[in-house]
């Protein structure tokens, strides 16, 4: 039996909470998990285990995303800053009901209004929502200001279709208007269906992203972070 894994959370009273995850088989070459067909639960409780908010959790099908979702209203009546625990739990196609993360969450009273959260040492967010792509792109850039410079991005390929070549890239920038290619950015030449890529990067801009330049279509997924993934 394997534990969840942990993951600590940070929000402020009334803000949205959303946070993209990739999960992975447990094997020599890692390919994304499918969650065609599985449900989920995420809640967030109170050290004595009443239920605080229950949260939207939403797949990424064959290409292993999960992306966990709490709406402004989930802490908006919370009027002290509080640690509570949170925790998501997956019931798979063969019946099997597994909590596979949680861990903390630090709920913030303030921000704009007087209380300023802490920076945190990781982050992991979405630069190409999952879906099929057919036509060369470019991910949402990600503001990494307040981060180490050292980072690193993920990309989970599903099905390709038919004679498909692409390639993916990082760049970045200073004013989120005007990109360039990052030194070192560029994935491998030959990416192939039905596998996952991690990309170590040092950066020297604000903001990254990454592009991609595609003949064909591709099932896809992709990340960036900073901290441990």
């Known amino acids: 039996m394997s534990c969840p894994v942990q993951f600590k959370l940070c929000v402020v009273a009334g803000d949205t909470l959303r946070e993209p995850f990739i999960m ?41 995303t999960i992306v966990l979702f709490y709406p402004t209203s989930s802490f908006a009546e919370i009027s002290a800053s509080i640690t509570h625990d949170w925790d998501l739990e997956i019931t798979y196609t063969n019946g099997d009901v597994v909590t596979e993360m949680g861990g903390t969450i ?75 290619d990052m030194a070192g950015g560029a994935f491998p030449v030959g990416m192939v269906a039905s596998t996952t890529y991690r990309l170590r990067f040092t950066r020297t801009r604000r903001y990254v992203r990454m592009t991609l330049t595609i003949s064909g279509s591709a099932d896809l997924s992709a990340m960036i972070g900073v901290g441990a993934p």
Do not use: H, W
């Open 24 to 64: 992975e088989t447990d094997t020599l070459t890692p390919v994304p998990i499918d969650f065609t067909g599985c449900t989920a639960r995420s809640t967030v409780r109170s050290a004595d285990g009443t239920v605080v908010a229950t949260g939207i959790v939403t797949f990424g099908g064959v290409l292993g």
């Open 106 to 180: 630090d709920v913030l009273v303030g921000s704009s209004r007087g209380v300023v959260p802490p920076v945190v040492a990781s982050i992991l967010r979405q630069t190409f929502s999952p879906q099929t792509y057919d036509q060369n792109a470019d991910g949402m850039p990600v503001d990494l200001l307040t981060y180490d410079a050292n980072g690193y991005a993920i990309v989970a390929f599903g099905p390709f279709g038919g004679g498909t070549t692409l390639t993916t890239k990082l760049q970045e920038s200073n004013n989120n208007i005007t990109f360039v």
